[in-house]
């Protein structure tokens, strides 16, 4: 099992609506969780963090961490054009290590 | 402004040369780390720094070299034993190992 693993989508939602992402981790990712989101070409950009179980707001974002089932989502309200991007999920390495681990990405396509 | 800078933004390597792609942060981090990304693969640790004058290898270090001589300054030479070096090279950095990372605007490296 890969340590951090997220579908690759593309998904498609209407303007407006509510995007779910979601991220599963293995045993050896710790219990702090973050969301990048990065367009075509540019770096990424931390959205969000989250370290302990339940949800986050942020706006428009909310962040769910569920470590019973070792899941983490990113939730989107009122998605607009501009959220369109890949979202990357990553989580630190447990054990001891500093090193952050990430998926391979959601590509978010939001559609007029 | 504070921040991380990568340069160039774009490296031509020819065979069997090696090539360094520069890293420089005015944030005052500890902590300071080399990225590879290939399309669909998402983001895979090279090289990672706690502090200067030391570092640590990642997932994919072969075929890569670093330094930390200077706190400011994490560069990475890309050594002609990387047989496949064409992807975006992203350095980010972080005020303790365990907190969340900002990046840079990355290199992209190709092969001539």
């Known amino acids: 099992q890969k340590e951090v693993e997220q579908n690759s989508g593309p998904l498609s939602v209407p303007e407006g609506a509510i995007a779910s992402l979601n991220c599963t981790y293995s045993d050896r990712v710790s219990q702090s969780f973050f969301w990048y989101r990065q367009y075509s070409g540019k770096s990424p950009e931390l959205i969000m963090s989250i370290y302990s179980n339940g949800d986050k707001e942020d706006g428009r974002f909310t962040a769910q961490l569920n470590k019973a089932s070792q899941y983490v989502s990113l939730l989107i309200r009122d998605s607009q054009p501009s959220d369109s991007a890949t979202y990357l999920c990553a989580g630190l390495q447990g054990g001891g290590g500093n090193k952050l681990t990430f998926g391979t990405g959601t590509q978010l396509k939001v559609e007029l | 402004d504070g921040g991380i800078t990568q340069s160039p933004k774009y490296l031509f390597r020819k065979e069997g040369q090696n090539v360094t792609l520069s890293c420089e942060q005015n944030l005052n981090h500890d902590a300071m780390y080399w990225y590879r990304q290939d399309p669909g693969q998402g983001l895979r640790l090279i090289y990672y720094?706690?502090?200067?004058?030391?570092?640590q290898k990642g997932d994919i270090a072969e075929g890569y070299s670093v330094s930390r001589e200077k706190k400011e300054s994490f560069p990475l030479t890309v050594t002609s034993a990387q047989k496949n070096p064409t992807a975006f090279y992203l350095c980010?950095?972080?005020?303790?190992?365990?907190?969340?990372?900002?990046f840079g605007s990355g290199t992209q490296l190709s092969v001539l």
């Open positions: 720094s706690q502090i200067v004058n030391d570092f």
């Open positions: 980010a950095s972080s005020s303790r190992t365990r907190e969340k990372l900002f």
